[in-house]
C-alpha cells in the first residue's frame, strides 16, 4: 500500500511574507486529509518560517541539499542542517538544476547520499525533454537517470525510502501536461527499472507525476494506478488549487 503524496515545488517565489501567507493559507485548507502526505517545500530561506505556520499539518520539503556533509561547500546546505529545522523530505535533480547549474547523475547521486544519510526523504526528478521524446529515447533517457544515480549509491545506503517524480521537461511550467496514458505509461515503465535493480523497491516506492499538474486535470493523472502523487509547481503557489488537488488525491 502506497500512500499518496503530494508535493508542492514552490521554485524561487516569494519574499517571507508571502511565504507565511501562503503556509497558513496551505495550512487551512488540507485539515482532515489525513490519508495522504502533504509536503510544501518554500525556499531555504523561507524554511524556519514555514515551519513554524505549518504546525504539522503538512511535512516540509527542500528544494535541494549539498553533496556533502557540512563544511567548506559555499553557498550550499547541508543534509543535517535541514533535517535539524524539521525538513523532511528534499527535491533532487530537479530538471532546472539539471539544466541551469549543470547537475549531473554523479552531484545527484552525492546529494543523495547526504541526504539519506540525514534521514530526509529524496524526492528524484527524472524526466525526458521534449527533442528526446520526439526521437523516441524518452524510456532510454529516464531509465539511464534512474540508473545512473542509483548506481553511484552507496549500497549501504540504495534508493532507500526515496521517492521518484517522472517529470517531462517540457511539460514543466507550460501549461502542457502528458496525458494521463502518457503518464500511467512511464510510470509503469519506471516501475519495471526500479523492479530489474530489486523487485521490493518496484511494488514499494512511491512515483509522482509532475509537469502542470492542476486541479482540472489532477484526479485524471491521479487516478492512473502506478501514479502516486504529485510534484506541483506554479499550481502550489496557489493555496486553493493546491488544496484542490490534495483533495483529488486524497479522493484517488
Ligand atoms: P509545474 O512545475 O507544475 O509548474 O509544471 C512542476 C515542477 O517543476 O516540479
Keep these: 500500500m502506497r500512500t499518496p503524496l503530494i508535493a508542492g515545488n514552490w521554485k524561487m517565489n516569494g519574499l517571507s511574507e508571502d511565504a507565511v501567507a501562503l503556509a497558513a493559507s496551505v495550512s487551512d485548507r488540507i485539515g482532515g486529509l489525513d490519508a495522504i502526505e502533504i509536503v510544501v517545500c518554500p525556499p ?13 499539518g503538512a511535512y516540509l520539503g527542500a528544494q535541494n541539499c549539498a ?62 525533454t521534449l527533442e528526446e521524446r520526439e526521437d523516441g529515447r524518452t ?13 553511484r549509491l552507496e549500497s549501504s545506503v540504495g534508493l532507500g525510502d526515496g521517492v521518484i517524480a517522472y517529470e517531462p521537461v517540457w511539460a514543466i511550467g507550460t501549461g502542457r501536461t502528458a496525458t494521463a496514458a502518457q503518464a500511467q505509461a512511464m ?6 527499472v526500479l523492479g530489474e535493480r530489486d523487485p521490493g523497491l518496484a511494488g514499494g516506492m512511491r512515483l509522482l507525476y509532475g509537469g502542470s499538474m492542476k486541479p482540472g486535470n489532477a484526479a485524471d493523472l491521479l487516478a492512473q494506478p502506478d501514479v ?5 509547481g506554479g499550481a502550489s503557489l496557489n493555496a486553493e488549487d493546491f488544496a484542490a488537488i490534495c483533495a483529488a488525491a486524497a479522493r484517488g
Design 44 to 56: 531555504f530561506v523561507h524554511l524556519p518560517a514555514v515551519a513554524e505556520r505549518l504546525r504539522g
Design 67 to 128: 553533496d556533502a556533509p557540512q563544511g567548506a561547500r559555499t553557498g550550499e546546505v547541508a543534509a543535517d542542517m535541514l533535517a535539524d529545522i524539521g525538513v523532511r523530505y528534499v527535491i533532487l535533480g530537479h530538471s532546472e538544476r539539471r539544466a541551469f547549474y549543470g547537475e549531473d547523475s554523479a552531484m545527484i547521486a552525492a546529494r543523495y547520499t547526504q541526504a539519506m544519510e540525514s534521514g530526509l526523504r529524496p524526492i528524484l526528478c527524472v524526466g525526458e
Design 139 to 151: 524510456e532510454d533517457v529516464v531509465a539511464g537517470q534512474i540508473n545512473d544515480v542509483a548506481d
Design 187 to 192: 510510470h509503469a515503465f519506471i516501475r519495471g
Design 228 to 232: 502516486d502523487g504529485g510534484l506541483i
